[in-house]
Every structure is written in structure tokens, then in C-alpha cells.
């Protein structure tokens, strides 16, 4: 019976911290200088996906992104502005984009703090695709 209740905990705390649509997956790697944040997404068959990366507080450098398929992806910061500028809307099928994280008016590196969320919209049922962040 304990074993029961243990696997019924999980199964809650799961559902719990797996908000939103689609599956995101965030793994975090910190390296001496960098700070790495890598999600993984499946799109629901309603054709999107989103849920909670993080809270980064930091400088954003890069972005690598990958798709299966056509796909709009937004990283949004707490006072919802996308902070990658609409630059990742229309990503074509199979591209692989690298963006430097750079805004266009001051040449500085995207400046962000708190919990970003993370949405993919108008893709596939199914479809999926990787966003890896470095971060200071």
C-alpha cells in the first residue's frame, strides 16, 4: 500500500510541475563562464506546445534552434515580450537557426530576469524541435 501511495505522489507532482500544452522538457548544464538551458518540445495534437522554462537573471548570447517542421516559437519573459523579437516566427521545415541574441538598436546582449515561458504554435501534431540558450 505505501509503494501505491509513493507512485500515486509522483504521478501527482508530475502533473503538478508538467503545465501547458505539449510536452517541455529544460535541462540545465553551467560551464565556467556560460550557463546552458536546453528544451526539448513535442507539439500536442492541438498544434502547440508551451510550458515554464526557468528563471534565468542574465545576459542572453545565443540561441540554437532546431524544428521538424514549420513552426512558430516565442521565449517570453514575465511581462510577456518575446524576448527573441519575433525573429524565430516561420521557422521552415528541418531548419536549424543559430541567433545571436543581440538587440539590433544598442549591439548589447539580451538582458532578461525571472521565469521565461516557452511556446511553439502553428506546427504539427506531434512535431518536434530543441531550443538551447546561453546564458551569463
Not at 49 to 70: N, P, W
Not at 117 to 130: E, I, Q, W
Request: proline residues 1%.
Amino acid at each position: 500500500m505505501a509503494k501505491f501511495i509513493t507512485v500515486l505522489w509522483i504521478l501527482i507532482l508530475a502533473v503538478v510541475i508538467v503545465h501547458g500544452e505539449g510536452t517541455v522538457t529544460v535541462t540545465d548544464v553551467t560551464w565556467q563562464t556560460m550557463n546552458q538551458t536546453t528544451i526539448a518540445w513535442t507539439a500536442s495534437t492541438n498544434l502547440y506546445a508551451t510550458g515554464s522554462v526557468k528563471d534565468i537573471s542574465g545576459e542572453i548570447q545565443r540561441f540554437v534552434l532546431t524544428a521538424s517542421v514549420a513552426t512558430n516559437i516565442y521565449l517570453r519573459d514575465a511581462q510577456s515580450v518575446d524576448i527573441l523579437n519575433g525573429m524565430t516566427a516561420g521557422m521552415t521545415t528541418g531548419a536549424v537557426m543559430n541567433v545571436w541574441a543581440f538587440n539590433t538598436n544598442t549591439n548589447l546582449p539580451v538582458a532578461t530576469t525571472g521565469p521565461l515561458t516557452f511556446t511553439v504554435t502553428n506546427t504539427a501534431s506531434l512535431s518536434t524541435g530543441s531550443m538551447i540558450i546561453y546564458w551569463r
